[in-house]
């Protein structure tokens, strides 16, 4: 048997199914290396946008906000329970147009307050009127009195037009801050899931180059070793025979080759591990994913 004809064509087919497998392999990273660059300037925009609205966010006048127009929905309930006909607090909460921008059992509760106190000054009010009405009965035995009418209470007067347009802007200026606040929410959510897990340096890619290195040693280079061999004698395995090869002219072409080979393959197999996103960047994502400070004043 011509031992030489099966190596030749052993190491023939491995080097092509090397080559085919390398090149699928090396242009599958150098496009996975294209979307990593891609994704990640389009992560340094988004969280710059991000970082630009909690800015905007931190320059609007909440609480000042809340506090006047809440303020003035106050007055009007202290009107709408003045005939002392007390509705469920809800009730009041739906029919009057308090800031969204405030907790909503905040509000029940104040306005469950305000009733409260309403109930109280109203029977202190009959009651102060019932001792003044049997002071005048005892100086006038004749005087008869019936139930003490509720007092008007004097109610501080409505915000001016000025303050209405100024609570107008700064409402329009909220709105907006809360839909860019939104948007950027939704887009860190978006980036946050596309580079989860890393996907641009998969795992198959280095074992497919790990089994793409054993198959160039063991199907190219080792059978290239055994020729040439002479017709009708069988090629002798030695441990031995290792050193002897190795400092030959056929040694050193086969060390030559594989030395380049392999330094190919580490340097795609580097480039793949290196796909990965910084942590610090996922950590920023997540939060702007969130904004937890800002979710609890927009409620969103």
């Not at 509760?109 to 002071?135: P, Q, T, V, Y």
């Not at 796909?275 to 950590?283: D, G, H, Q």
Request: overall charge negative; glycine content about 2%.
């Amino acid at each position: 048997m011509d031992w030489n004809w099966f190596f030749s064509s052993l190491s023939q087919s491995a080097a092509a199914i090397v080559g085919i497998f390398g090149a699928f392999i090396i242009t599958k990273i150098l496009s996975n290396q294209t979307t990593f660059s891609e994704k990640s300037n389009r992560c340094e925009e988004i969280l710059t946008s991000c970082k630009r609205v909690l800015d905007a966010a931190d320059g609007l006048y909440f609480e000042w906000y809340n506090k006047y127009t809440n303020n003035r929905q106050y007055e009007k309930l202290e009107e709408m329970i003045e005939n002392e006909e007390y509705l469920p607090s809800v009730h009041y909460f739906d029919e009057l147009n308090f800031s969204d921008f405030s907790p909503r059992n905040e509000i029940i509760d104040e306005i469950d307050s305000r009733i409260n106190i309403h109930k109280a000054d109203k029977e202190r009010e009959r009651e102060e009127f019932r001792k003044r009405a049997a002071a005048y009965q005892k100086i006038k035995p004749g005087f008869v009195y019936g139930e003490a009418a509720p007092m008007k209470i004097a109610k501080s007067p409505l915000a001016s037009i000025e303050l209405l347009n100024n609570l107008q802007k700064e409402r329009e200026a909220i709105d907006s801050v809360v839909r860019d606040a939104k948007h950027h929410m939704r887009l860190a959510s978006n980036m946050l899931d596309s580079i989860k897990g890393n996907p641009e340096s998969s795992p198959q890619i280095t074992y497919t180059l790990s089994l793409v290195a054993a198959l160039f040693f063991i199907g190219v280079i080792y059978p290239l070793s055994f020729m040439p061999t002479k017709v009708d004698s069988a090629p002798s395995i030695s441990f031995l025979a290792f050193f002897p090869l190795l400092f030959s002219i056929k040694g050193a072409f086969l060390s030559l080759l594989s030395i380049i080979f392999l330094s190919v393959l580490v340097m795609f197999f580097w480039l793949n591990s290196k796909l990965k996103y910084p942590e610090a960047t996922i950590n920023d994502l997540n939060h702007y994913k969130n904004i937890s400070h800002i979710q609890n004043i927009f409620r969103l």
